[in-house]
Structure formats: C-alpha cells, structure tokens
C-alpha cells in the first residue's frame, strides 16, 4: 500500500493523458469516397455498303428499314455503287429523299461515254451529278462521317478516301475497270473499290464504329453466263474478290444480304425492285441487330465499374 500511496497524485495526470490520447488528438474518420463511374458511351453504329452496279439501290430500301425501326449509323463507308448511295446519305439526305433521287435518275446524266478510247465511260459526269446532289460538300464536311473505297491501280491497294472532292472519291470508287476509265488523283490511279474491298467492314471500323452492319449485294458465280459487258465485268470483279469479302465480312457484326441476284449489273430499270428487297432483308435483321447493339452496350456497362474501380486505386 505505501507505495500505491506514492503514485497516487499522478493518477489525475495519468487519466487527462490517457483521455488526450483517446479524444482529445484525433481527428474524425473522413467518411469513403464514392468514385462514380461515368456512363457508357453509346456504341457508334457503322454501314458498310458494298458495290453491285445497279443492285445498289438496294442500299436505300436497307437504309429506310434501319430508319423506321429507330437504328441511325453515325459512320458510313461504300464501295462502289455503295459509295454512290452511302455520300448522299452522309450528306443529309434521309431515305425517302434517296429513294425520290433514284427514282427520278436518267442514267444519261451519269454516263459519258468516250467513242475514241474504246467505248469506255469517262466518269466525269458521274462526279458532277454526285457534287451537285452533295452541294459540292467535301468529304470531311459530311453529316455522318464518311469514306469512300477505291483500288489503287499501280500498286492494288485499298484506298480509303475520308477528305476531299467528294464526286471524285465517288467516282474512283466506282470505276469498274474495262468500263470507266481509271480515275487520276495526284498522280495515281485508282478504280474500282470492289476488287480488293466489296463490302466495306474494315473502313467503317476505320471510322470508329462500335458495331458494323454490312450490306452484301455481291454477285456469287451461280454458273450461269452473265449476258452483257457490264455484267460479265461485274462478276468478273465480284470472283476475284470473293475470298477477300469473305474475310472482311466476317470482320462484320451483322450481314444484310438482299435478294437481289436475279437483277443484272445494268438493270437500273429494276431499282424498285431491288429497293424491295433492301427493305424486306433489313427488316428480317432488325431483330437481330437491336439484341448485338443491346448485348454489346451491356457488355460495355458491366466493364466500365471495373475499369472505374481500378482506375480509383
């Protein structure tokens, strides 16, 4: 006890030290910090139409089914006759405007042929009549982002026109060789987009699409003779670079193939018929296109909390 009785007047001491541990020094806790992660960008829909001469009006009929059904690519790219249809509609013309544009098209405003060089379309009129209903807007000044597909002639190269002369990408785009004349700009050559790209996936992923619907209008060698030189050319074409569309289609997400290989390469008095069959094979992929687009931006939204959580560490 005497000692107890020693240290007995520091206990007050004791017990204010003891209390300015415990409360008196610290600081509240600061509540957790939320990280709240943004939302998921909206997945960009890509249109990657492909050539086939007169089918291409297919491309329209597809075009206003995407409309109707609420699905508006925010990037397009064409080959060929898919050019011609995908820069008028990057240029702000909506599907009943393109379907008024054809049906009202004299095929004499596009065709200029050159007697003293074979017979061979020169393509200038083409390239006029494309700026005219563009409002000479270049390339880079479209609406909906856009890119042309053309075939460097001297070196066989895909060439992805995103700038420029919008009439003249067109129509180097569609220079189906043996019929047009080869287009030159800056020095180079260039014809038809169709021989190394058909249908046009990788520029539309080129543009930043998220998803990519593909039209196909192609004409598969069905072993019969195709009667006429336009369409000997154009399965000549749609041969040589079956085995490459093959590849790049399967680079697509979606594959929209119109019904329309009974209408020849030339047939451009059947462009009713082949709008049909763009509406009647667009609408059977609807379904199919909102579950990719849907699935995709689910996907998209279960990542971002992850990415936001690793980010916050």
Do not use: W
């Not at 249109?47 to 089918?55: F, I």
């Not at 069959?277 to 296109?289: D, F, Q, S």
């Amino acid at each position: 006890m005497p000692s107890f009785r020693r240290f007995r007047p520091l206990l007050p001491l004791l017990a204010s030290a003891l209390l300015c541990a415990c409360f008196g020094n610290s600081k509240p806790t600061p509540p957790p910090v939320v990280v709240v992660p943004p939302a998921p960008a909206k997945l960009r829909i890509g249109l990657a139409l492909g050539g086939g001469a007169a089918k291409g009006f297919a491309h329209i009929g597809v075009i206003k089914m995407l409309e109707a059904n609420g699905i508006h690519p925010d990037v397009v790219a064409g080959t060929s006759a898919g050019s011609v249809v995908g820069a008028l509609y990057a240029s702000g013309m909506d599907p009943f405007q393109l379907q008024e544009t054809a049906f009202s098209l004299d095929e004499t405003r596009i065709r200029d042929v050159r007697l003293f060089s074979g017979g061979v379309v020169q393509g200038q009129k083409l390239q006029d009549y494309v700026n005219q209903l563009v409002a000479n807007r270049p390339l880079d000044q479209m609406k909906i982002p856009f890119a042309a597909v053309s075939t460097q002639l001297e070196t066989g190269q895909r060439t992805v026109f995103v700038r420029g002369n919008t009439g003249q990408a067109v129509r180097a785009s569609s220079s189906i060789p043996g019929v047009f004349e080869p287009v030159e700009i800056n020095g180079k050559h260039y014809v038809d987009g169709g021989v190394v790209s058909p249908v046009p996936v990788d520029a539309a992923r080129q543009l930043g699409a998220d998803v990519v619907i593909a039209v196909d209008i192609s004409t598969k060698a069905s072993g019969t003779n195709p009667v006429g030189m336009i369409n000997i050319v154009g399965q000549s074409i749609s041969i040589m670079g079956q085995k490459l569309g093959e590849q790049e289609l399967a680079r697509a997400d979606i594959v929209i193939r119109p019904k329309v290989g009974q209408i020849g390469a030339a047939d451009f008095e059947q462009k009713n018929q082949a709008i049909l069959e763009g509406e009647r094979a667009a609408l059977a992929a609807v379904p199919t296109i909102k579950a990719k687009i849907a699935a995709l931006q689910a996907s998209r939204q279960a990542v971002a909390p992850a990415a936001a959580a690793i980010a916050a560490h």
